[in-house]
C-alpha cells in the first residue's frame, strides 16, 4: 500500500496527479458567521478584559500606546526581530527604540535585556513570536525591580497561555492583532492594565467598501476551500471581476497586511461587522484545531527540515508552522504555484537594524517558512499539503546538489 507522498509523487506526464490544493494563509469566513448570534459566547482573554479597546489594525494601538503610556521621547527597549510596521508605528509616536538581540529559535535572554537597561531606559517591548510565548515572567520581574513598563507584542499570539496565564496579561499593557486568528475583515486591540485609557475614543467608522469587500474576500476562499477545483476556479473568477469593478468605480480599500505604518488611518476603528464575527466563533475549537494541525505538520516535516520550535507547549495556540529552510525563495514559488498559503517570515529588517548588526537576526529573515495551520484545515488538507512540502523540499534539495 503507498503513502500519501509516494501517491502525491506519482507523475503524469511529468506532472503529480494532484498538483494544486487551495490552503490559504489565513481563516476564512463562512456565512452562518454574519448571522446573529443565538447561544451565548464564551469569550477568552483579552475580551473580557474591562480596559481593551479596538482598532482597525493593531499598528493604530501600538501608535496609541505613547499617548496613554507617556512614553513619546523616551527610550523603550526594543527586539532586533521585528515585523516592521510595529516599529514604524512607535517611531511615528515619537519613541526611541534600543534594540536587544534575538537569538535562534526566536529565543530572546532576559538576561541581555536587563544588561541594556539604563536610566533613561522606561519600557521593554516583548514580541511573543507566532503564538510562542517569549521569557515574560522574567522580564515581568525585571521591569518591576526597575520600574520599567513591560509591553507585550501578541499580535501573533491571540489565544495562547503561559501555563494557566494568558499572552498579554503580565505587562501594564499588550496589544493584539485579531483578524490573523479569527476570519474578521479588521481589528486590533489593546489592553492596559490600571492605565485608564478612558480617552480613547471608539474611532472613525471604516470604509465600507473595505469592509465589504475583505468579507467577500474572505467568504469566496472559504468557498474555493470546499469546492475543489470548481470553488478555485470561480473564486479566481469572481475575484477578477470584483478588482475591476473596484477599479473601475474609483474605490480605495483600506488594505491590511501592509508592511508600513500610515499615520492617516491611525483613527480607524474595528468594524460592527468584525464585532458580529468575533461572536461567532467557538474559540477552544479554534485552539484545539490549530494545535492539532501544528502536532501533525510537525510530525510529517520534523525529519526533513528543521523546526524553529519544536514541541508544541501546552497552552499555545500556533498561529502558523514555522521551520526553517535554505533556497527558501525557491521552496516557497513552487509552494504558491500548488495553492499552498505559505510566507517568508519578517524576511525584511530596517535602516535601524542592518545586516550584520544581529547575525541570528539576519539567518532568521533568510531561513524561516512558515505553513498555515489554522482551524479551516482538515486532517485531510494537512496531510496533502505536507507531503507537497516534502515533495518540493527534496525536490529542491536535488537540484542544489
Known amino acids: 500500500m503507498t503513502t500519501l507522498v509516494e501517491r502525491i509523487s506519482e507523475t503524469v506526464d511529468g506532472r503529480p496527479p494532484e498538483e494544486e490544493i487551495f490552503a490559504p494563509a489565513f481563516p476564512t469566513l463562512w456565512p452562518h458567521m454574519l448571522l446573529p448570534r443565538t447561544q451565548r459566547v464564551e469569550w477568552p482573554y483579552p475580551f473580557t478584559d474591562p480596559s481593551v479597546r479596538y482598532f482597525y489594525f493593531a499598528r493604530n494601538g501600538v501608535y496609541a500606546l505613547p499617548r496613554l503610556l507617556g512614553l513619546a521621547g523616551q527610550e523603550v527597549l526594543f527586539p532586533a526581530y521585528f515585523h516592521g510596521v510595529e516599529l514604524e508605528a512607535l517611531l511615528a509616536a515619537g519613541v526611541r527604540l534600543r534594540f536587544y538581540p534575538v537569538r535562534e529559535g526566536m ?105 465589504v469587500s475583505y468579507a467577500a474576500s474572505s467568504m469566496f476562499a472559504n468557498l474555493a476551500l470546499r469546492g475543489g477545483a470548481a470553488g478555485r476556479w470561480l473564486r479566481r473568477t469572481i475575484l ?113 537594524t542592518p545586516p550584520g548588526l544581529f547575525p541570528e537576526v539576519d539567518e532568521l529573515r533568510r531561513t524561516v517558512l512558515w505553513l498555515p495551520c489554522h482551524q479551516d484545515l482538515t486532517e485531510a488538507t494537512i496531510d496533502r499539503m505536507a507531503a507537497m512540502v516534502c515533495e518540493v523540499v527534496r525536490e529542491v534539495k536535488r537540484s542544489s546538489l
Not at 528543521?306 to 514541541?311: I, L, M, S
Open 240 to 352: 477578477a471581476c470584483g478588482k475591476a469593478a473596484l477599479t473601475a468605480a474609483g474605490t480605495e480599500r483600506v488594505a491590511t497586511g501592509t508592511p508600513h505604518f500610515n499615520r492617516s488611518q491611525a483613527g480607524i476603528g474595528m468594524s460592527r461587522l468584525s464585532h458580529r464575527v468575533l461572536s461567532a466563533q467557538d474559540f477552544s475549537a479554534i485552539i484545539e484545531r490549530r494545535r492539532r494541525n501544528y502536532v501533525r505538520l510537525l510530525g510529517w516535516l520534523r525529519d526533513l527540515t528543521p523546526p524553529v520550535f519544536g514541541e508544541l507547549p501546552a497552552g499555545v495556540c500556533p498561529l502558523f508552522y514555522p521551520f526553517k529552510i535554505q533556497d527558501r525563495e525557491r521552496v516557497l514559488a513552487r509552494l504558491e504555484a500548488r495553492g499552498i498559503g505559505a510566507g517568508p517570515f519578517w524576511s525584511t529588517g530596517h535602516p535601524l
Open 107 to 211: 529565543r530572546v535572554d532576559p538576561a541581555e535585556v536587563a544588561a541594556l537597561i539604563r536610566p533613561e531606559t522606561r519600557a521593554v517591548y516583548l514580541t511573543h513570536y507566532l503564538g510562542f510565548p517569549g521569557p515574560v515572567e522574567e522580564l515581568q520581574r525585571i521591569c518591576r525591580e526597575r520600574g520599567l513598563w513591560l509591553i507585550e507584542d501578541c499580535a501573533l499570539a491571540l489565544l495562547s497561555r503561559l501555563g494557566e496565564q494568558p499572552l498579554g496579561s503580565f505587562g501594564e499593557a499588550a496589544v493584539f492583532c485579531l483578524y490573523k486568528t479569527v476570519p474578521a475583515p479588521n481589528g486590533g486591540a489593546i489592553v492596559l492594565r490600571g492605565q485608564g485609557g478612558d480617552e480613547l475614543s471608539a474611532g472613525k467608522s471604516p470604509s465600507l467598501a473595505s469592509v
